[in-house]
């Protein structure tokens, strides 16, 4: 990561309220947490009308980092593939709650004389996340932050479908994502003070997905295996915080697995399946300091409704369900309740 420039970091350290310095801790944990802390004050602009930083000390922390923090939370909350979920992490030093929902359609179609299919979906998502972090200075002094993130989007995508086999299909998408960002914090007892902050930005994120999708039936039971890539350019923009007038590349891959099987439920003259799947998510450029977590697990089930119908003769609209299941990583654990439209 490059470092800050010089003049940066002499208006940094010019800021008016003293020294507080938080370059060694009491222990390798307290440390950490330190760096969060500072990523999240640099990241959220807290600035003075002059432009000058209030909190000194932070000319340690990289501008970059500090930017790819804010931007880790937009797309651990809007890119495609991600499904709703409440998230919480849980150490020594951070406690947070992150939530995130969704409110989408995708679809295949046929495009006739062709060997492939299109491929579409549009989406309204949000996502949330309440972060608590407690330091200790080096003169003993307790420090605390409270931070509340909103942000809500609407992502739109397009694609096609290869065939390779009657099992297998390559299915390359573009997605759109505009997303405005709100923050708030209140940062305690440091020196003896409080203070709050708010700030907000827009991104717009374009991103390139690549699926390889396997999918194979064994009597009554269907397997569906999913590989994706997606490659995610960011370009921030904000009126009130001059770090977050930025852009960055971020990648994510994942794998997911299901396996439904019928049962004897129907309703309206159609059928009800039982689903069990199994997602891993790896979040390949994020630094851990960002959020607390770089990769977790999805694990559960649900019911699914088999419509099997297509409108206008255009779209299939295979199932419309139900899903509960539980999210586990390091430090982190969280739960998914929802409804699913494919």
Request: net charge negative; charged share 15%; no cysteine.
């Amino acid at each position: 990561m490059p470092s800050n420039s010089r003049e940066t970091r002499q208006h940094l350290t010019d800021a008016p309220l003293g020294h507080l310095s938080f370059a060694s801790l009491v222990s390798a944990q307290s440390r950490v947490a330190t760096i969060s802390f500072l990523f999240i004050i640099t990241i959220f602009g807290v600035t003075s009308a002059q432009g000058q930083a209030i909190f000194p000390g932070i000319s340690t922390i990289s501008e970059s980092d500090a930017r790819q923090s804010a931007i880790a939370f937009v797309n651990t909350s809007t890119s495609p593939g991600l499904e709703g979920a409440t998230l919480r992490l849980d150490t020594d030093t951070r406690h947070s709650e992150q939530w995130r929902s969704s409110l989408g359609f995708n679809a295949a179609f046929t495009l006739k004389n062709t060997v492939f299919d299109g491929y579409w979906g549009l989406a309204l998502l949000g996502g949330g996340l309440k972060d608590q972090i407690e330091l200790v200075a080096d003169d003993g002094r307790p420090v605390g932050l409270d931070l509340t993130r909103q942000v809500v989007a609407a992502r739109g995508s397009a694609g096609l479908a290869f065939p390779i086999d009657e099992h297998f299909k390559f299915r390359p998408t573009l997605s759109l994502i505009v997303a405005d960002l709100q923050t708030e914090g209140i940062v305690d007892n440091l020196l003896s003070s409080t203070v709050q902050f708010e700030n907000s930005a827009t991104l717009v994120s374009g991103v390139l997905g690549l699926d390889a999708l396997y999918t194979r039936w064994y009597g009554e039971y269907r397997v569906n295996l999913n590989a994706n890539y997606n490659l995610i350019y960011t370009d921030s923009i904000s009126e009130d915080n001059p770090l977050l007038d930025t852009h960055a590349w971020n990648r994510t891959a994942q794998l997911k697995s299901d396996i439904t099987g019928a049962t004897k439920f129907i309703t309206g003259g159609r059928p009800w399946r039982w689903h069990a799947y199994l997602n891993y998510t790896n979040f390949l450029s994020t630094d851990e300091l960002s959020l607390g977590y770089t990769n977790l697990i999805d694990i559960g089930g649900g019911l699914d409704w088999q419509l099997n119908i297509k409108p206008l003769d255009w779209f299939g609209w295979r199932s419309v369900g139900l899903r509960a299941g539980v999210t586990f990583g390091k430090d982190l654990e969280g739960y998914t309740l929802g409804m699913t439209a494919q």
